[in-house]
């Protein structure tokens, strides 16, 4: 299994549909992480959480937003869907605790909004 | 701010070619420095990564790159390039925010 599994893995939903992302994790990390890929942009940053009760905005928040459940999971939702939200979204997890420690990326969710 | 270039949108090599893959950073500290690999369809995976110490660093597959402070850059390189290479490579940076801000991906076609 997976470390980082990210569900679902695509999703095809309608303009103003709200949609929720999910992300759980085994690694016993405390840090996860929302970014969003698209061609040309490379990965850009929608929100951060160091732990359960610290939550942080990235670059680009607007129109999304986050909740962190549990350490092991941390889900993103789109309150009311609009096309140019269309993209490839990657969840990530790091460990405060390894010094120059790496991100772990899930497989991704390509979400398409029509 | 901290920020990530990678100066090459699509590198064409072919079979058995060296490989170097740019990546300029901009940061006041020596950042933490990475470089990940998407293959299609998949998440990224690291390659290596650079926090202090020996500025040449080895990774996985093959892959090595050397950190140089004066030119803020750390190359991603392979002196033998294998057709299963062809992925899409990013170089990336953290600060000690531990946010990892990412340059815009380098996508590496392999010629038979």
């Known amino acids: 299994d997976a470390d980082v599994t990210q569900t679902p893995r695509n999703r095809i939903t309608k303009t103003g549909k709200r949609i929720m992302l999910e992300c759980s994790q085994t690694?016993?990390?405390?840090?996860m992480y929302w970014y969003r890929q698209d061609p040309g942009l490379g990965l850009r940053l929608i929100y951060y959480s160091f732990d359960v009760k610290d939550i942080n905005k990235g670059e680009i928040s607007d129109g999304y937003s986050v909740s962190r459940q549990a350490q092991a999971k941390f889900s993103l939702s789109l309150e009311s869907a609009i096309p140019n939200q269309t993209a490839l979204y990657f969840c990530?997890?790091?460990?405060?605790?390894?010094?120059?420690?790496?991100?772990?990326f899930g497989q991704g969710t390509r979400l398409t909004v029509v | 701010a901290q920020s990530v270039t990678q100066p090459d949108i699509h590198i064409t090599v072919s079979e058995g070619a060296s490989l170097e893959l740019r990546c300029n950073y901009s940061y006041g500290a020596t950042p933490y420095l990475f470089w990940y690999v998407q293959s299609p369809g998949q998440g990224l995976q690291l390659l290596l990564k650079?926090?202090?110490?020996?500025?040449l660093v080895q990774g996985i597959k093959g892959f090595e790159a050397e950190f140089k402070r004066s030119q803020s850059s750390f190359n991603l390189r392979k002196p033998s390039v294998h057709w299963s290479d062809a992925a899409e490579y990013f170089c990336?940076?953290?600060?000690?925010?531990?946010?990892?801000?990412f340059g815009t991906g380098t996508r590496l076609k392999v010629l038979a």
């Open positions: 990530a997890t790091s460990d405060s605790r390894q010094g120059a420690a790496e991100a772990f």
């Open positions: 650079y926090f202090s110490g020996d500025t």
């Open positions: 990336a940076s953290s600060s000690g925010t531990y946010k990892y801000i």
């Open positions: 690694k016993g990390h405390d840090r």
